[in-house]
């Protein structure tokens, strides 16, 4: 089993930064998915980036391009989120999840084996 545990969120007004990170208690999976999602009130669960740990590539929510970074450190089993020129639809509680079970092809459906308890992330305006 693995336990994913996020930190890094909070509030910050728009046009501010966050680092969101998740520590992994264990290596997961090589050559599956890291990603990062968020689900703010009313609204469905959305993937907004993931890492595919084979060959590094990632991939971004449109509505993130340009701004949000997901990045990993292998040793310390971390994987991170840098969030940059935040707006107020950004606000919505953070995600971490590993290990891909099917649907590979599509990263950001929630077919993960493992997630985390989540992290807030707030912008005003």
């Known amino acids: 089993q693995v336990k994913l545990v996020e930190s890094g969120g909070g509030s910050v007004q728009a046009g501010g930064s966050l680092r969101l990170a998740c520590v992994a208690s264990?290596?997961?999976?090589?050559?599956?998915?890291i990603a990062w999602f968020r689900q703010a009130p009313g609204k469905a669960r959305e993937g907004v980036a993931a890492?595919?740990?084979?060959?590094?590539?990632?991939y971004y929510a449109d509505s993130v391009k340009g701004r949000f970074t997901i990045s990993q450190d292998n040793t310390d089993k971390t994987v991170y989120l840098q969030m940059n020129s935040l707006r107020p639809e950004d606000t919505a509680m953070y995600y971490c999840?590993?290990?891909?079970?099917?649907?590979?092809?599509?990263?950001?459906?929630?077919?993960?084996?493992?997630w985390g308890q989540g992290t807030q992330v707030s912008v005003s305006s």
């Open positions: 999840a590993a290990n891909k079970l099917k649907n590979y092809a599509r990263p950001f459906t929630s077919e993960y084996q493992y």
């Open positions: 264990k290596y997961t999976s090589a050559n599956n998915f």
């Open positions: 890492l595919y740990t084979g060959g590094g590539s990632t």
